[in-house]
């Protein structure tokens, strides 16, 4: 399928007349193509990473799988290994020594170098390598393994019939995990090592199935054994001449999606490397290649290039492998806002506005192109950015710096001023009122307090900043602060005043 310029998941402050108007360039989502490498073999709750592991076929790069034990990892590399018809190679990370892939060392006739003698598990011979346990391997076994993942070479000597490396591991612990749910050995897997890894799938267990689901699998014993419904080396054929094509000219846009996803992926929990940027590109071909061929075989039509590159982007995170927080509500916002990015012409203001991850930062921005933004856009950034702002104490904060920059000169729609005015309206009409407090309202009079003295008396640059700002935390006694101190909002409201480029 090809890309178009505008993109189907608008930004959500769009109004219904511009959508309309860009409607004709959105193509409908694509359509689900029914499970032929998952489902067919018993597995439930893979079909949405079926594309994902056919690309991996398809390009050969390196795929990692990881899950609790039990989801039947091993199974399903070694049902592909069989049915491609390829020498397969298990080896178990956590036992096996590095004799055992290399075969046993012995000085040629010379006594110049050394050679190896093949054994039945040595590695030279192997189309396909698993990699099972990689995360309970020892860190010297770790660092003889990365060549293989990395190149295809043990001891510098390329391992030419090699086509496919393949690992799985148990979920790393996590910084926040209870001890009591974390699989005792299995270490983070060194980032440089989880870096090579172009697919990194975390695969659903029991816990993850709905009910039907989970009914189907534990009736599925008594099945016997299930074979695949189409010839899979064929389908990999055709997926590596499509890979190939799009290859050869790959879209320009995906270039620009990935410019813009690395930095909010980042502000994600996901710091990306640059070897990670270009291995998305090469990644979200090779998906879109799965799905060209998974759609043809299912008669549906060609499928869209935004689901490809989601789907690249979420299962080709290194930092699944080693202990990183993952936010997939984060990581989907990020991919849509670069996605959206991407779809826009390049003197769209709101190009820029994308680019930019906050809300807040962004309406700043805003104010700051407010003659070339639409009335009706501006007012839907105001609203999602005060929006996105839980505490009240905060949305107060920012409603007030908002009307303190656009109050001269800034025409409006009555449902923006509507939006500031009341967030902001108690802390523009400074009033002294008394308070009868106990607790927690005494608390929060106590630190409002405490915060006020710290300002200077007289003249002094800052002197209107602080001004607003005493107004501020007047207007939210006794009980507007919620979970956040007197002195939170004083810093955050500081911050805000010079993002907005308020002068003092």
């Known amino acids: 399928g090809r890309m178009s310029r505008r993109t189907k998941n608008k930004p959500a402050s769009l109004p219904p007349d511009r959508r309309a108007a860009v409607e004709a360039k959105v193509q409908a989502p694509s359509p689900v193509a029914p499970s032929i490498l998952t489902r067919p073999l018993g597995l439930e709750g893979w079909a949405k990473l079926e594309p994902v592991v056919l690309a991996a ?3 050969g790069d390196p795929l990692l799988l990881i899950g609790k034990h039990g989801t039947a990892k091993s ?16 080896y178990n990370a956590s036992l096996v020594n590095y004799d055992d892939l290399v075969g046993i060392p012995v000085p040629d006739e010379s006594q110049t170098y050394l050679r190896y003698i093949s054994t039945p598990s040595s590695i030279w011979d192997a189309e396909v390598v698993f990699i099972d346990e990689i995360s309970r391997a020892r860190p010297e076994l770790q660092n003889k393994l990365f060549p293989i993942i990395h190149e295809r070479r043990v001891q510098g000597v390329p391992l030419d019939k090699l086509q496919y490396r393949w690992s799985a591991m148990n979920p790393p612990p996590g910084p926040d995990e209870d001890d009591g749910m974390v699989y005792h050995g299995a270490e983070p897997l060194d980032p440089a090592l989880a870096d090579r890894f172009a697919f990194i799938l975390e695969v659903p267990g029991w816990n993850e199935l709905d009910e ?21 080396p064929e389908l990999v054929a055709r997926g590596k001449q499509v890979f190939a094509a799009l290859s050869a000219y790959p879209p320009a846009q995906l270039a620009d999606y990935l410019i813009g996803l690395l930095p909010l992926a980042a502000k994600a929990g996901h710091e990306l490397s640059t070897r990670r940027a270009t291995t998305l590109l090469r990644s979200i071909l090779a998906v879109q290649a799965a799905r060209t061929v998974l759609a043809k075989a299912a008669n549906l039509p060609a499928p869209e290039w935004e689901d490809a590159a989601w789907l690249a982007f979420r299962h080709g995170l290194p930092g699944s ?21 991407c779809g826009l012409e390049a003197g769209d203001p709101w190009r820029r506005l994308l680019a930019v991850a906050g809300p807040a930062e962004r309406l700043a921005l805003a104010c700051d192109l407010a003659e070339s933004i639409d009335k009706s856009e501006f007012a839907g950034l105001i609203t999602n950015a005060l929006a996105s702002q839980k505490e009240r104490s905060l949305r107060s ?26 967030e902001a309206q108690r802390a523009l009409s400074p009033a002294a009122p008394t308070h009868n407090v106990y607790g927690s309202q005494l608390e929060a009079c106590r630190q409002v307090s405490m915060v006020c003295a710290t300002f200077p008396e007289g003249e002094y640059p800052e002197k209107t900043r602080d001004q607003h700002c ?26 805000w005043w010079n993002t907005f480029r308020l002068s003092c």
């Open 397 to 422: 904060a920012l409603a007030l710096v908002t009307y303190l920059r656009l109050r001269d000169g800034t025409d409006l729609p009555a449902i923006a001023v509507e939006t500031l005015a009341a």
């Open 321 to 341: 492998a080693h202990g990183a927080k993952t936010d997939a509500a984060a990581l989907l916002a990020a991919h849509r806002q670069a996605w959206r990015l």
């Open 75 to 90: 199974f399903l590399l070694e049902r592909l290994a069989e049915a491609l018809g390829l020498s397969f190679r298990f």
């Open 212 to 232: 039907s689901s989970k009914r189907l699998v534990l009736l599925d014993q008594f099945r016997g054994r299930h074979e695949f419904p189409v010839p899979v």
């Open 470 to 495: 005493r107004n501020l935390l007047h207007s939210l006694l006794p009980d507007g602060f919620g979970e956040i101190k007197a002195e939170q909002v004083r810093e955050q409201f500081n911050v």
């Open 57 to 59: 076929l398809i390009s």
